[in-house]
């Protein structure tokens, strides 16, 4: 009886395992994230009002082929402790469980609606691709934290000059230190940036200085400075990714080193075997 029962589970185990990874599926599950995100949308429009009954509807049916989807997740998995061994299944996990809290109850309407936007997110734990720059971009992090310490010190020092020297020009961009910081941030993007250097020009001919140097700092500098790191990291996740599915160069450096590790192995038991006979 016990192997009966071990026997039936494994084949529902497989079924399971082979639903989830069939590509029709993933894609009904995109379509059905990407349809969620359309009715979060439809909803802030006030000509869509006179559906509410047939969105809250149709969102419960995505709420509950949601929940169908990760019961089929989970009970593929050898153990349940299994699923949660990945961070990607506990971030589709929480998003589901949040997506069941009621709509219809004025004292969590906000909270819910919220948690609905989120659930667009999944899109990146469903498609690869969007994995990988999702990593990539939690993996630069660290690194662009400093680059942008670095950026608030010359942001700050900038700001600092700008206030001593401009503040009597006009106090509208120059009055304080942080209000000279917003002032450089809006000449940092471009915007608008020429009327306020012409504006301090008229009574310092030389600021022009002042204003180029921190756009070249800031802009060129800095900016390159970010994608160098975007990039670097981006090159080593997509290596990892291409050697963990055996594709492009890195796929081809990993099997070879597979091979050369065969090899190896198999000279160490040639080796020992030639020991062992001439002793």
Not at 225 to 246: P, R, T
Request: proline letters at 2%; aromatic letters at 14%; hydrophobic letters at 55%.
């Amino acid at each position: 009886m016990n192997e009966r029962t071990e026997r039936a589970a494994a084949g529902w185990q497989a079924r399971l395992l082979e639903l989830r990874a069939n590509k029709i599926f993933e894609t009904v599950v995109i379509s059905i994230i990407v349809l969620s995100a359309l009715m979060v949308g439809a909803k802030t429009y006030d000509e869509v009002s006179r559906f509410d009954s047939a969105l809250n509807i149709l969102d419960w049916a995505v709420t509950l082929f949601f929940l169908f989807e990760i019961t089929i997740r989970i009970m593929a998995e050898r153990r349940f402790i299994d699923f949660f061994k990945s961070g990607w299944n506990i971030f589709d996990f929480v998003i589901v469980v949040a997506s069941l809290m009621p709509v219809d109850q004025s004292q969590t309407v906000l909270l819910a609606r919220l948690l609905r936007v989120f659930r667009v997110l999944r899109l990146v734990s469903m498609v690869p691709e969007l994995r990988l720059l999702m990593n990539a971009f939690l993996k630069a992090l660290p690194r662009m934290t400093y680059v942008a310490l670095f950026m608030f010190i010359i942001f700050y020092i900038y700001g600092a000059i700008g206030s001593f020297i401009f503040q009597d020009i006009n106090p509208f961009y120059w009055e304080n230190i942080s209000i000279a910081m917003l002032t450089l941030f809006r000449v940092a993007t471009f915007e608008s940036w020429t009327a306020i250097m012409y504006e301090t020009m008229a009574v310092y001919p030389m600021s022009w200085l002042y204003y180029v140097s921190f756009i070249f700092i800031s802009a060129f500098i800095f900016l390159n400075m970010m994608i160098g790191i975007v990039l670097e990291v981006m090159q080593k996740e997509s290596a990892a990714f291409d050697a963990e599915h055996d594709q492009g160069e890195a796929g081809d450096i990993k099997h070879i080193r597979d091979q050369v590790d065969s090899v190896e192995k198999q000279l160490g038991e040639l080796k020992s075997l030639l020991r062992e006979r001439k002793q």
